[in-house]
């Protein structure tokens, strides 16, 4: 094939990027046009994005640039955070963002993107999905606005999403009950080896501030439906007990499954109160399958109420499944 033939044959471990040993992008990749965002030396008004050193400035100008349905790939560099006046927007299809920092980790990419967002009730987040089959690998995402309706980083809503080897941080609105690192609203939305929350800045509203927040129709006719999350780690440094790494708030909040997949929640053992509940679920429309997860620092993986929550593969039964133990010389 053609393609193939132009490809870098000899630089084939170098003219990719591996994510789990496999090649996802690179020499041979046969669709779509290549978009790089440089914040630190690209420009929006000057440059075309089609080179590295050509790059644009934002992501969201390079979003623009994107074709819906071309699986077009944008590339950004790791060495600096971008940072977005307004809310990012992709309700594109088939557009795939990679950062550039080597091989990816569970959390501390080095391709950031950030806001510095005072005013506008719309930017609810610093990144907002919307789009089909978008998929994002070895991003940080960020929100530390401080306008009011900015209470997420990452607002995912569209269909089928994959996320590989991102971060999710919120650093500001501690003290704000329900703002949380992701609003779920996505459909079929796939979460692999991600990082959300922290163990550094505490939490101290009085309830639910979780890392995953589950709430019908934050973006209009959207819903969490069949989301799934695998080898994902949930960090929190809690104030306060009624606070949730995954808070689902009522009766129709979620449609069908949530599945948490070989996932790790882990408290900060210096926070000023004991986490309750790991997973709040007043969801009656769909299941919570907890497969094989560990906990750490909370009392219960989830309440007795939350009668559609299942855990397996763990010892003992009940809502203690999966909670760490205590080592001991005995």
């Known amino acids: 094939m053609a ?3 132009n490809a870098k044959i000899t630089n084939l471990r170098t003219d990719h990027l591996y994510v789990m040993g496999a090649p996802v992008f690179g020499g041979w990749h046969p669709f779509g046009d290549r978009w790089y965002v ?4 690209g ?4 440059n075309s994005g089609k080179k590295p050193d050509d790059a644009f400035k934002t992501l969201s100008t390079a979003i623009d640039a994107c074709t819906t349905n071309n699986n077009d790939i944008i590339f950004i560099d790791g060495h600096s955070t971008v940072v977005e006046t307004s809310m990012v927007s992709l309700s594109k299809n088939r557009v795939h963002i990679v950062g ?3 091989p990816p980790g569970h959390f501390g990419a080095g391709a950031k993107i950030s806001c510095t967002i005072t ?3 719309t930017n609810i987040g610093t990144f907002q999905n919307t789009g089909v089959r978008n998929t994002f690998t070895g991003i940080k995402f960020m929100n530390a606005s401080t306008v009011a309706e900015g209470v997420y980083s990452l607002v995912d809503a569209g269909e089928y999403a994959r996320y590989f080897n991102c971060e999710f941080y919120k650093s500001t609105d501690l003290a704000v009950a329900a703002a949380s690192e992701v609003i779920a609203n996505g459909d079929s939305s796939m979460f692999y080896n991600c990082t959300f929350g922290d163990l550094v800045n505490k939490r101290t509203a009085n309830g639910a501030r979780p890392n ?3 709430d019908r129709e934050i973006v209009s006719g959207k819903v969490c439906r069949d989301n799934y999350f695998e080898g994902c780690r949930f960090l929190y440094h809690c104030g306060d007990a009624d606070q949730r790494f995954v808070y689902a708030t009522t009766t129709n909040d979620a449609e069908r499954i949530v599945h948490f997949n070989r996932c790790s ?3 900060n053992p210096l926070g000023t109160a004991t986490m309750l509940d790991a997973i709040d679920n ?3 429309n769909a299941y919570f399958l907890v497969d094989h997860c560990s906990f750490l620092g909370p009392t219960n993986v989830c309440a007795d109420a939350d009668t559609t929550t299942y855990i397996i593969g763990s010892s003992p039964v009940g809502t203690t499944a999966g909670l760490a133990v205590e080592a001991s010389a005995a």
């Open 100 to 102: 550039v920092n080597g």
């Open 282 to 284: 007043n969801t009656t």
């Open 265 to 267: 929640f882990i408290c």
């Open 3 to 5: 393609w193939r033939e």
């Open 38 to 41: 440089d914040y630190a030396n």
């Open 43 to 46: 420009s929006d008004t000057g």
């Open 212 to 214: 995953v927040l589950i």
């Open 119 to 121: 005013s506008g009730a």
